[in-house]
């Protein structure tokens, strides 16, 4: 079993940054491939990034190659989000899931309660 929890979002104004964080609960954490995803209001919820067990293998949605940046601190249980020349389009709950197997999709076994992340024009 796996707990998640995310935290770092707020309100930025478009072009700013913020850094998402998901702290695991469990010992286990290093085993599990981790992902961000996000929806918006009226949408349905996309992939956004994800992290193989090690940090050795990531990959992105495309709407977030090269401004998202996804790490992870296997000593901390913690994954993270580095979100860079964020857009108003980016405005979403944000969530933290994780999985035993890759790739890391919808279908995740488990997930975070989400974080706000509000960009403004």
């Known amino acids: 079993q796996v707990q998640l929890v995310e935290s770092g979002g707020g309100l930025v104004q478009a072009g700013g940054s913020l850094t998402l964080s998901c702290a695991a609960s469990?010992?286990?954490?290093?085993?599990?491939?981790m992902g961000w995803f996000r929806q918006a209001p009226g949408l349905e919820r996309e992939f956004v990034a994800h992290?193989?067990?090690?940090?050795?293998?990531?990959d992105y949605a495309d709407s977030v190659k090269g401004r998202f940046t996804i790490s992870r601190d296997n000593a901390k249980n913690t994954v993270y989000l580095q979100m860079d020349s964020l857009k108003p389009e980016d405005t979403a709950v944000y969530y933290c899931?994780?999985?035993?197997?890759?790739?890391?999709?919808?279908?995740?076994?488990?997930w975070g309660q989400g974080t706000q992340v509000t960009v403004s024009s």
């Open positions: 899931a994780a999985d035993h197997f890759w790739p890391v999709t919808i279908g995740s076994a488990y």
């Open positions: 469990g010992r286990t954490f290093s085993r599990h491939f």
């Open positions: 992290i193989s067990w090690n940090g050795g293998s990531t």
